[in-house]
Protein backbone atom coordinates (compact mmCIF):
# COMPACT_ATOMS: atom_id res chain seq x y z
CA UNK A 1 0.00 0.00 0.00
CA UNK A 2 2.56 2.28 0.32
CA UNK A 3 4.94 1.39 -2.46
CA UNK A 4 1.09 2.60 -4.69
CA UNK A 5 1.51 5.64 -2.19
CA UNK A 6 4.92 6.60 -3.57
CA UNK A 7 4.20 5.44 -7.15
CA UNK A 8 1.84 7.94 -7.18
CA UNK A 9 3.01 10.50 -5.68
CA UNK A 10 6.24 10.37 -8.26
CA UNK A 11 3.99 10.48 -11.03
CA UNK A 12 2.27 13.45 -9.76
CA UNK A 13 5.55 15.31 -9.43
CA UNK A 14 6.61 14.48 -12.64
CA UNK A 15 3.50 16.61 -14.06
CA UNK A 16 4.14 19.41 -11.46
CA UNK A 17 5.62 22.82 -12.30
CA UNK A 18 8.57 24.39 -11.32
CA UNK A 19 7.16 26.79 -8.99
CA UNK A 20 5.58 24.08 -6.88
CA UNK A 21 8.75 22.21 -6.35
CA UNK A 22 10.42 25.47 -5.03
CA UNK A 23 7.34 25.75 -2.57
CA UNK A 24 7.76 22.44 -1.58
CA UNK A 25 11.11 21.32 -1.55
CA UNK A 26 11.59 19.72 1.72
CA UNK A 27 8.40 17.82 0.65
CA UNK A 28 9.94 16.74 -2.73
CA UNK A 29 13.48 15.90 -1.29
CA UNK A 30 11.78 13.59 1.59
CA UNK A 31 9.92 11.91 -1.52
CA UNK A 32 12.86 11.62 -3.52
CA UNK A 33 14.55 9.83 -1.23
CA UNK A 34 11.52 7.21 -0.57
CA UNK A 35 11.64 6.67 -4.14
CA UNK A 36 15.54 5.98 -4.33
CA UNK A 37 14.94 3.47 -1.29
CA UNK A 38 12.70 1.78 -2.99
CA UNK A 39 14.80 1.04 -5.85
CA UNK A 40 17.45 -0.29 -3.73
CA UNK A 41 15.29 -2.65 -2.51
CA UNK A 42 14.08 -4.06 -6.15
CA UNK A 43 17.70 -3.95 -7.74
CA UNK A 44 18.75 -5.95 -4.59
CA UNK A 45 16.19 -8.41 -4.64
CA UNK A 46 16.36 -8.75 -8.71
CA UNK A 47 20.22 -9.54 -8.30
CA UNK A 48 19.63 -11.99 -5.39
CA UNK A 49 17.16 -13.87 -8.09
CA UNK A 50 19.53 -14.02 -10.63
CA UNK A 51 22.69 -15.08 -8.96
CA UNK A 52 19.75 -18.05 -7.60
CA UNK A 53 19.21 -18.57 -11.03
CA UNK A 54 22.43 -18.87 -12.03
CA UNK A 55 23.39 -21.52 -8.86
CA UNK A 56 20.73 -23.73 -10.32
CA UNK A 57 22.17 -24.41 -13.81
CA UNK A 58 25.41 -24.59 -12.64
CA UNK A 59 24.99 -26.90 -9.90
CA UNK A 60 26.08 -30.82 -10.06
CA UNK A 61 23.02 -32.85 -10.25
CA UNK A 62 22.45 -34.97 -7.26
CA UNK A 63 22.92 -38.66 -7.43
CA UNK A 64 19.53 -40.68 -6.19
CA UNK A 65 19.34 -41.91 -3.09
CA UNK A 66 20.68 -45.34 -2.75
CA UNK A 67 17.93 -47.76 -0.75
CA UNK A 68 19.77 -50.46 1.40
CA UNK A 69 19.11 -53.78 -0.11
CA UNK A 70 17.01 -56.02 2.04
CA UNK A 71 15.92 -59.50 2.27
CA UNK A 72 12.14 -58.22 1.11
CA UNK A 73 13.68 -57.85 -2.61
CA UNK A 74 13.71 -62.29 -2.94
CA UNK A 75 10.13 -62.87 -3.26
CA UNK A 76 10.53 -66.27 -5.31
CA UNK A 77 7.53 -68.64 -6.92
CA UNK A 78 7.15 -71.29 -4.45
CA UNK A 79 5.30 -74.61 -5.09
CA UNK A 80 4.63 -77.37 -3.73
CA UNK A 81 3.50 -81.09 -4.83
CA UNK A 82 2.18 -83.45 -2.61
CA UNK A 83 1.92 -87.43 -3.88
CA UNK A 84 0.89 -90.42 -2.25
CA UNK A 85 -0.85 -94.06 -2.99
CA UNK A 86 -2.42 -97.18 -2.12
CA UNK A 87 -1.14 -99.88 -4.46
CA UNK A 88 -2.04 -103.68 -4.27
CA UNK A 89 0.03 -105.73 -6.43
CA UNK A 90 1.93 -109.31 -5.90
CA UNK A 91 5.19 -109.47 -3.50
CA UNK A 92 7.29 -110.00 -6.02
CA UNK A 93 11.43 -110.01 -4.26
CA UNK A 94 13.69 -108.03 -6.63
CA UNK A 95 11.61 -106.42 -9.57
CA UNK A 96 12.99 -105.97 -12.59
CA UNK A 97 12.31 -106.07 -16.52
CA UNK A 98 12.89 -109.11 -18.49
CA UNK A 99 15.95 -108.92 -20.58
CA UNK A 100 16.99 -105.23 -19.58
CA UNK A 101 19.93 -104.05 -17.67
CA UNK A 102 18.89 -102.97 -14.04
CA UNK A 103 21.54 -101.06 -11.71
CA UNK A 104 22.58 -102.97 -9.13
CA UNK A 105 22.54 -99.71 -6.76
CA UNK A 106 19.24 -99.22 -6.77
CA UNK A 107 15.72 -101.67 -5.99
CA UNK A 108 14.87 -103.37 -9.78
CA UNK A 109 11.88 -101.22 -9.10
CA UNK A 110 9.85 -99.62 -12.14
CA UNK A 111 7.04 -98.30 -10.78
CA UNK A 112 7.13 -98.23 -7.11
CA UNK A 113 7.44 -101.79 -5.52
CA UNK A 114 6.10 -100.82 -2.00
CA UNK A 115 2.53 -102.34 -1.60
CA UNK A 116 -0.46 -100.98 0.83
CA UNK A 117 0.34 -97.35 1.25
CA UNK A 118 3.16 -95.00 0.72
CA UNK A 119 3.31 -91.09 0.11
CA UNK A 120 4.82 -91.26 -3.14
CA UNK A 121 7.14 -88.19 -4.81
CA UNK A 122 6.62 -85.06 -3.45
CA UNK A 123 8.18 -81.81 -5.21
CA UNK A 124 9.14 -78.56 -3.53
CA UNK A 125 10.10 -75.53 -6.26
CA UNK A 126 11.45 -72.21 -6.00
CA UNK A 127 11.57 -70.19 -9.31
CA UNK A 128 12.64 -66.20 -9.91
CA UNK A 129 13.87 -63.78 -12.31
CA UNK A 130 16.97 -63.53 -11.39
CA UNK A 131 17.20 -60.12 -13.62
CA UNK A 132 16.83 -58.54 -16.72
CA UNK A 133 18.88 -61.16 -17.99
CA UNK A 134 18.56 -64.59 -16.37
CA UNK A 135 15.51 -66.68 -14.46
CA UNK A 136 16.70 -69.44 -12.11
CA UNK A 137 14.61 -72.76 -10.58
CA UNK A 138 15.14 -75.65 -7.85
CA UNK A 139 13.69 -78.18 -7.59
CA UNK A 140 13.56 -80.24 -4.39
CA UNK A 141 12.46 -83.87 -4.48
CA UNK A 142 11.32 -85.84 -1.71
CA UNK A 143 10.82 -89.73 -1.37
CA UNK A 144 12.34 -92.66 0.78
CA UNK A 145 12.94 -90.01 3.61
CA UNK A 146 15.65 -88.72 1.47
CA UNK A 147 15.81 -85.41 -0.27
CA UNK A 148 17.64 -84.32 -4.02
CA UNK A 149 17.95 -81.79 -5.51
CA UNK A 150 16.72 -82.76 -9.13
CA UNK A 151 16.87 -79.56 -11.39
CA UNK A 152 19.05 -76.57 -9.79
CA UNK A 153 19.49 -74.50 -13.16
CA UNK A 154 19.82 -70.81 -14.57
CA UNK A 155 18.06 -69.93 -17.88
CA UNK A 156 18.80 -66.93 -20.43
CA UNK A 157 15.56 -64.33 -21.04
CA UNK A 158 17.15 -61.84 -23.06
CA UNK A 159 19.62 -63.35 -25.45
CA UNK A 160 17.11 -62.81 -28.43
CA UNK A 161 16.51 -64.52 -32.22
CA UNK A 162 14.78 -67.69 -30.40
CA UNK A 163 17.84 -68.77 -28.38
CA UNK A 164 17.89 -70.40 -24.85
CA UNK A 165 20.69 -71.07 -22.97
CA UNK A 166 20.12 -73.09 -19.27
CA UNK A 167 22.85 -74.15 -17.43
CA UNK A 168 23.54 -76.47 -14.18
CA UNK A 169 21.43 -79.65 -13.69
CA UNK A 170 18.03 -80.12 -15.13
CA UNK A 171 15.83 -82.98 -17.05
CA UNK A 172 17.18 -83.45 -20.69
CA UNK A 173 14.24 -82.45 -23.15
CA UNK A 174 15.39 -85.59 -25.22
CA UNK A 175 11.54 -87.58 -26.12
CA UNK A 176 8.26 -86.63 -25.41
CA UNK A 177 8.14 -87.35 -21.88
CA UNK A 178 11.55 -87.22 -20.20
CA UNK A 179 11.07 -83.69 -19.32
CA UNK A 180 8.07 -83.86 -17.62
CA UNK A 181 8.05 -84.22 -13.52
CA UNK A 182 5.89 -87.40 -11.93
CA UNK A 183 2.88 -85.16 -11.20
CA UNK A 184 1.93 -84.49 -14.67
CA UNK A 185 1.87 -87.60 -15.73
CA UNK A 186 -1.06 -88.86 -17.30
CA UNK A 187 -1.01 -92.59 -15.01
CA UNK A 188 0.09 -93.00 -11.77
CA UNK A 189 3.63 -94.20 -12.86
CA UNK A 190 6.26 -94.37 -16.02
CA UNK A 191 5.92 -96.15 -19.13
CA UNK A 192 7.93 -99.65 -19.19
CA UNK A 193 10.46 -97.94 -21.63
CA UNK A 194 11.44 -95.26 -19.50
CA UNK A 195 12.52 -97.32 -16.61
CA UNK A 196 14.50 -99.63 -18.91
CA UNK A 197 16.00 -96.46 -20.73
CA UNK A 198 17.12 -94.57 -17.56
CA UNK A 199 16.56 -96.39 -14.44
CA UNK A 200 14.11 -95.93 -11.56
CA UNK A 201 14.02 -92.08 -11.74
CA UNK A 202 12.05 -92.61 -15.19
CA UNK A 203 13.63 -89.94 -16.74
CA UNK A 204 17.33 -88.23 -17.55
CA UNK A 205 18.85 -85.52 -16.16
CA UNK A 206 22.33 -84.20 -16.51
CA UNK A 207 24.79 -81.54 -15.24
CA UNK A 208 25.74 -79.51 -17.55
CA UNK A 209 24.59 -76.84 -20.49
CA UNK A 210 21.66 -76.64 -22.65
CA UNK A 211 21.32 -74.76 -26.06
CA UNK A 212 17.65 -74.71 -27.82
CA UNK A 213 17.22 -72.65 -31.40
CA UNK A 214 13.58 -71.69 -31.56
CA UNK A 215 13.29 -71.57 -35.64
CA UNK A 216 11.51 -67.83 -37.04
CA UNK A 217 9.16 -70.40 -39.18
CA UNK A 218 5.31 -70.19 -39.03
CA UNK A 219 5.42 -73.78 -37.52
CA UNK A 220 6.52 -74.53 -34.38
CA UNK A 221 10.17 -75.78 -34.15
CA UNK A 222 13.31 -75.59 -32.34
CA UNK A 223 16.47 -77.42 -32.38
CA UNK A 224 18.76 -78.21 -29.35
CA UNK A 225 22.02 -79.68 -28.16
CA UNK A 226 23.04 -80.38 -24.65
CA UNK A 227 26.65 -81.92 -23.03
CA UNK A 228 27.27 -82.64 -19.24
CA UNK A 229 28.30 -84.84 -16.64
CA UNK A 230 26.88 -87.66 -17.89
CA UNK A 231 26.57 -89.50 -14.36
CA UNK A 232 23.08 -90.42 -14.40
CA UNK A 233 21.72 -93.99 -15.52
CA UNK A 234 23.28 -95.20 -18.58
CA UNK A 235 26.06 -93.30 -18.24
CA UNK A 236 28.21 -93.17 -15.10
CA UNK A 237 30.19 -90.63 -13.20
CA UNK A 238 33.32 -91.26 -14.52
CA UNK A 239 35.09 -87.98 -12.70
CA UNK A 240 37.16 -86.55 -15.93
CA UNK A 241 37.17 -83.18 -17.44
CA UNK A 242 35.80 -84.21 -20.53
CA UNK A 243 32.13 -84.60 -21.70
CA UNK A 244 30.07 -87.65 -20.12
CA UNK A 245 27.39 -87.00 -22.32
CA UNK A 246 26.03 -85.60 -25.27
CA UNK A 247 22.48 -84.94 -26.54
CA UNK A 248 20.49 -83.61 -29.93
CA UNK A 249 17.27 -83.14 -29.99
CA UNK A 250 14.23 -81.43 -32.92
CA UNK A 251 10.47 -80.87 -32.38
CA UNK A 252 8.61 -79.86 -34.95
CA UNK A 253 4.52 -78.75 -34.20
CA UNK A 254 2.01 -76.95 -35.38
CA UNK A 255 -1.83 -76.66 -35.50
CA UNK A 256 -4.78 -77.91 -37.86
CA UNK A 257 -7.68 -75.78 -38.04
CA UNK A 258 -9.01 -74.54 -34.62
CA UNK A 259 -9.70 -78.15 -33.24
CA UNK A 260 -6.38 -80.19 -33.90
CA UNK A 261 -2.96 -79.72 -33.05
CA UNK A 262 0.56 -81.99 -32.90
CA UNK A 263 4.12 -82.30 -32.08
CA UNK A 264 6.36 -85.01 -33.28
CA UNK A 265 10.36 -85.36 -32.53
CA UNK A 266 13.50 -87.05 -32.70
CA UNK A 267 16.29 -87.22 -30.14
CA UNK A 268 19.56 -88.95 -29.66
CA UNK A 269 21.87 -89.30 -26.48
CA UNK A 270 25.40 -90.55 -26.40
CA UNK A 271 26.68 -91.00 -23.01
CA UNK A 272 29.70 -93.51 -21.54
CA UNK A 273 29.76 -95.73 -18.89
CA UNK A 274 32.93 -97.09 -16.55
CA UNK A 275 31.89 -99.94 -14.28
CA UNK A 276 28.58 -99.86 -14.35
CA UNK A 277 27.07 -102.11 -11.95
CA UNK A 278 24.02 -104.13 -13.19
CA UNK A 279 22.57 -107.34 -12.37
CA UNK A 280 22.04 -110.51 -14.79
CA UNK A 281 21.07 -113.94 -13.94
CA UNK A 282 23.24 -116.81 -14.56
CA UNK A 283 22.37 -119.66 -16.43
CA UNK A 284 21.42 -121.31 -13.48
CA UNK A 285 18.95 -118.92 -11.88
CA UNK A 286 21.64 -117.08 -9.40
CA UNK A 287 21.89 -113.16 -9.47
CA UNK A 288 25.37 -111.83 -10.95
CA UNK A 289 26.61 -108.90 -11.37
CA UNK A 290 28.33 -107.44 -14.30
CA UNK A 291 30.06 -104.51 -15.13
CA UNK A 292 29.55 -102.57 -17.98
CA UNK A 293 32.34 -100.24 -19.88
CA UNK A 294 31.30 -98.62 -22.64
CA UNK A 295 29.38 -96.54 -24.79
CA UNK A 296 25.58 -96.17 -24.65
CA UNK A 297 23.66 -94.83 -27.54
CA UNK A 298 20.36 -94.29 -28.53
CA UNK A 299 17.04 -92.92 -30.43
CA UNK A 300 13.84 -91.52 -29.70
CA UNK A 301 10.77 -90.43 -31.52
CA UNK A 302 7.86 -89.08 -29.62
CA UNK A 303 4.30 -87.81 -31.58
CA UNK A 304 1.57 -86.32 -29.91
CA UNK A 305 -1.61 -85.24 -31.23
CA UNK A 306 -4.50 -83.13 -29.84
CA UNK A 307 -7.84 -82.98 -30.10
CA UNK A 308 -10.31 -80.04 -28.43
CA UNK A 309 -13.27 -78.70 -29.54
CA UNK A 310 -12.41 -75.10 -31.15
CA UNK A 311 -9.39 -75.25 -28.96
CA UNK A 312 -11.17 -75.32 -26.15
CA UNK A 313 -9.72 -78.32 -23.77
CA UNK A 314 -11.55 -77.01 -20.81
CA UNK A 315 -14.74 -79.31 -21.62
CA UNK A 316 -13.53 -82.26 -23.71
CA UNK A 317 -10.32 -83.46 -24.89
CA UNK A 318 -8.51 -86.00 -26.44
CA UNK A 319 -4.45 -86.97 -26.30
CA UNK A 320 -2.85 -89.21 -28.36
CA UNK A 321 0.90 -89.92 -27.65
CA UNK A 322 3.31 -92.10 -28.24
CA UNK A 323 7.32 -92.86 -28.66
CA UNK A 324 9.70 -94.96 -29.87
CA UNK A 325 13.14 -95.92 -29.01
CA UNK A 326 16.13 -98.33 -30.24
CA UNK A 327 19.49 -98.61 -27.79
CA UNK A 328 23.10 -99.80 -28.47
CA UNK A 329 25.23 -100.60 -26.03
CA UNK A 330 29.40 -101.58 -26.73
CA UNK A 331 31.98 -102.02 -24.43
CA UNK A 332 33.23 -104.55 -21.71
CA UNK A 333 32.20 -106.66 -19.30
CA UNK A 334 33.02 -108.21 -16.23
CA UNK A 335 30.39 -111.05 -14.34
CA UNK A 336 31.41 -111.77 -10.68
CA UNK A 337 28.86 -113.54 -8.59
CA UNK A 338 29.01 -115.76 -5.29
CA UNK A 339 30.48 -119.32 -4.61
CA UNK A 340 28.74 -121.77 -6.82
CA UNK A 341 27.32 -119.06 -9.28
CA UNK A 342 28.74 -119.48 -12.85
CA UNK A 343 30.43 -116.01 -12.52
CA UNK A 344 32.24 -117.12 -8.80
CA UNK A 345 35.18 -116.46 -10.66
CA UNK A 346 35.74 -113.35 -12.63
CA UNK A 347 35.15 -113.30 -16.58
CA UNK A 348 36.17 -110.73 -18.60
CA UNK A 349 34.26 -110.27 -21.94
CA UNK A 350 32.71 -108.48 -24.67
CA UNK A 351 29.44 -106.45 -24.63
CA UNK A 352 26.62 -105.69 -27.56
CA UNK A 353 23.25 -105.02 -27.31
CA UNK A 354 20.53 -104.06 -29.69
CA UNK A 355 17.30 -102.92 -27.86
CA UNK A 356 14.14 -101.39 -28.96
CA UNK A 357 10.57 -100.80 -27.68
CA UNK A 358 7.51 -98.44 -27.73
CA UNK A 359 4.38 -97.09 -25.62
CA UNK A 360 0.82 -95.62 -27.21
CA UNK A 361 -1.26 -93.81 -24.97
CA UNK A 362 -4.87 -92.04 -25.08
CA UNK A 363 -6.31 -89.76 -22.65
CA UNK A 364 -9.89 -88.97 -23.11
CA UNK A 365 -11.46 -86.16 -21.37
CA UNK A 366 -15.15 -86.48 -21.39
CA UNK A 367 -16.03 -84.27 -18.72
CA UNK A 368 -14.54 -81.15 -17.46
CA UNK A 369 -13.29 -82.58 -13.84
CA UNK A 370 -12.98 -86.25 -15.57
CA UNK A 371 -10.24 -87.64 -17.77
CA UNK A 372 -10.26 -92.00 -18.48
CA UNK A 373 -6.89 -93.19 -19.99
CA UNK A 374 -5.92 -96.44 -21.97
CA UNK A 375 -1.76 -97.33 -22.04
CA UNK A 376 -0.14 -99.93 -23.84
CA UNK A 377 3.80 -100.95 -23.44
CA UNK A 378 6.28 -103.28 -25.17
CA UNK A 379 9.48 -103.72 -25.28
CA UNK A 380 12.01 -106.02 -27.07
CA UNK A 381 14.90 -107.13 -25.72
CA UNK A 382 17.04 -107.50 -28.74
CA UNK A 383 20.28 -108.70 -29.65
CA UNK A 384 22.25 -109.51 -26.26
CA UNK A 385 25.89 -111.02 -27.14
CA UNK A 386 27.64 -111.30 -23.69
CA UNK A 387 31.16 -112.70 -25.83
CA UNK A 388 32.67 -115.17 -23.53
CA UNK A 389 30.04 -114.85 -20.83
CA UNK A 390 27.58 -115.88 -23.35
CA UNK A 391 27.76 -119.66 -21.54
CA UNK A 392 27.20 -117.88 -17.17
CA UNK A 393 24.51 -115.22 -18.11
CA UNK A 394 21.10 -116.14 -19.11
CA UNK A 395 18.93 -114.53 -21.80
CA UNK A 396 15.43 -114.84 -21.22
CA UNK A 397 13.32 -114.84 -24.39
CA UNK A 398 10.50 -112.78 -22.91
CA UNK A 399 8.89 -109.63 -24.50
CA UNK A 400 8.14 -107.54 -21.46
CA UNK A 401 4.59 -106.04 -21.70
CA UNK A 402 2.13 -104.13 -20.11
CA UNK A 403 -1.77 -102.52 -20.95
CA UNK A 404 -3.10 -100.03 -17.88
CA UNK A 405 -6.32 -98.00 -17.70
CA UNK A 406 -6.64 -95.22 -15.29
CA UNK A 407 -9.24 -92.97 -14.56
CA UNK A 408 -8.76 -89.52 -12.77
CA UNK A 409 -11.19 -86.65 -11.12
CA UNK A 410 -9.62 -83.04 -10.83
CA UNK A 411 -11.75 -80.58 -9.01
CA UNK A 412 -9.63 -77.93 -10.07
CA UNK A 413 -6.48 -77.65 -12.02
CA UNK A 414 -4.36 -77.77 -8.01
CA UNK A 415 -5.74 -81.56 -6.99
CA UNK A 416 -6.12 -84.58 -9.14
CA UNK A 417 -7.47 -87.70 -7.36
CA UNK A 418 -6.48 -91.25 -9.75
CA UNK A 419 -7.66 -95.09 -9.99
CA UNK A 420 -5.00 -97.18 -12.27
CA UNK A 421 -5.44 -100.71 -12.66
CA UNK A 422 -2.75 -102.50 -14.40
CA UNK A 423 -1.74 -105.77 -16.13
CA UNK A 424 2.08 -106.09 -15.83
CA UNK A 425 4.28 -108.96 -17.86
CA UNK A 426 7.13 -107.40 -17.43
CA UNK A 427 8.89 -110.00 -15.52
CA UNK A 428 9.32 -113.34 -17.02
CA UNK A 429 6.51 -116.12 -15.82
CA UNK A 430 4.88 -113.25 -13.71
CA UNK A 431 1.54 -111.63 -14.08
CA UNK A 432 1.27 -109.08 -11.61
CA UNK A 433 -2.80 -107.66 -11.65
CA UNK A 434 -1.96 -103.86 -9.94
CA UNK A 435 -4.56 -101.89 -8.71
CA UNK A 436 -3.54 -97.89 -7.90
CA UNK A 437 -5.30 -95.21 -6.03
CA UNK A 438 -3.40 -92.23 -6.30
CA UNK A 439 -3.63 -88.58 -4.89
CA UNK A 440 -1.73 -85.19 -6.48
CA UNK A 441 -2.13 -82.07 -4.99
CA UNK A 442 -0.36 -79.08 -5.88
CA UNK A 443 -0.05 -76.00 -3.30
CA UNK A 444 1.14 -72.22 -4.41
CA UNK A 445 2.46 -70.95 -7.45
CA UNK A 446 1.83 -73.50 -10.39
CA UNK A 447 3.11 -72.90 -14.15
CA UNK A 448 1.20 -74.22 -16.94
CA UNK A 449 2.69 -77.68 -18.55
CA UNK A 450 4.84 -78.15 -21.54
CA UNK A 451 2.24 -79.23 -25.15
Not at 156 to 180: C, D, E, P, V
Amino acid sequence: MKNSRILASAVALAFASPVAFSAASPEVASLREEIQQLRAQYEKRLAELEQRLVSQHTAPVAAPTQTASTGKGFNPEISLTLQGQYRRMKDIDERHISGFAALADHDHDHGGGERGFSLDHTELVLAANIDSHYRGLVNFGIADDEVEVEEAWFQTTGLGHGLTLRGGRFLSSIGYLNAQHAHAWDFADAPLMYTALFGEHANYGNDGLQLKWVLPTDLFAEVGVEIGRGAKFPGTDRDVNGIGSSAIFAHLGGDVGSSHSWRAGLSYLNARAADRHSHFEDVGGEEVTGDFTGRSRMWIADAVWKWAPDGNAGARALTLQAEFFQRREDGDLSCEGEAGSACATAVDSDYRTRQRGWYAQAVYKFHPQWRVGLRHDRLDPGTRDYGDNNANIARENHTPKRNSVMVDWSPSEFSRLRLQLARDQSMAGETDNQLWLQYVMSLGAHGAHSF
